[in-house]
Every structure is written in C-alpha cells, then in structure tokens.
C-alpha cells in the first residue's frame, strides 16, 4: 500500500512532465472485494457489503430479503459501525479512498440478482 498511498500523494514524474493519479473505483467479484476490505464474504450473515442487514439462510443459500435495508456509507465503513460486517481493518484505509461507493457493484449483483429476477418474476400474458 506504500507505494500507491505515495504515487497519490506525490504524482508520476514522465518525460519532465508531471501527472496526478487518483483512484476512481475498484472492480472485483464478490470474493475478491471481501478479502481486500477485510469483511464479511458474500456467503455470511452480514456480508451485503451495499446494505446493512443479516441475511437468511434459506434453501441452502445466504438470501438478503430486505430490499430497503439501510445502505451503507463510506463513513461508517470507515468507523467500522457495523461490528458484525467486518473482520478488521483493512490495509486500503491507509488511501484515504471511499471504501464503499468506489467498489462496482460486481455482475452476479447487477445482471443476474436484478435483470434475471424480472425475466423469472415477470407476470404471464
């Protein structure tokens, strides 16, 4: 994390010229952006990493059935408010990054969660 906390902090030198280097977002399945924050994995009670709930097992899988959970925001990551969320600090606080809202939401969430359940949902003609 030291070299990339210094390269935002002091800029790349090429050529004479100087440029600023900024993190606009990270892009990781579910797993992966567990294991960079330090949290919950997707499979855990408290492992929505864009809503604060716990989830329910059911049928064998985590299911997180509350669609207007509280989100969660990159403060209270940062103060680490949800004990049950987290599994300690991450290495990534050190960049002073917004730890929530720079992570994409990953493909599984986006296409298969929401598109694939209004296919299946959707009323009959």
């Known amino acids: ?27 990781c399945d579910a797993p992966a952006q ?9 499979s855990g ?13 059911v049928d064998g899988r985590m299911t997180f059935p509350a669609a207007d959970a509280p989100l969660r925001t990159d403060v209270s990551f940062d103060n680490m408010s949800d004990e049950h ?3 300690g600090p991450t290495p990534l606080s050190l960049l002073n990054i917004a730890l929530v ?20 949902c959707r009323p009959k003609d």
Do not use: W
């Open 1 to 27: 994390m030291g070299d990339l906390n210094e390269v935002i902090s002091s800029g790349v030198s090429v050529k004479g010229s100087q440029y600023t280097v900024s993190v606009e977002c990270f892009i």
């Open 101 to 120: 809202t720079c992570f994409v939401i990953d493909y599984m969430h986006r296409v298969c969660h929401i598109v694939c359940r209004r296919y299946i």
């Open 45 to 57: 009670y408290f492992g929505c990493d864009k809503h604060s709930q716990e989830g329910e097992y």
């Open 85 to 87: 969320h987290h599994r």
């Open 34 to 42: 567990a294991y960079v924050k330090n949290i919950k994995y997707h």
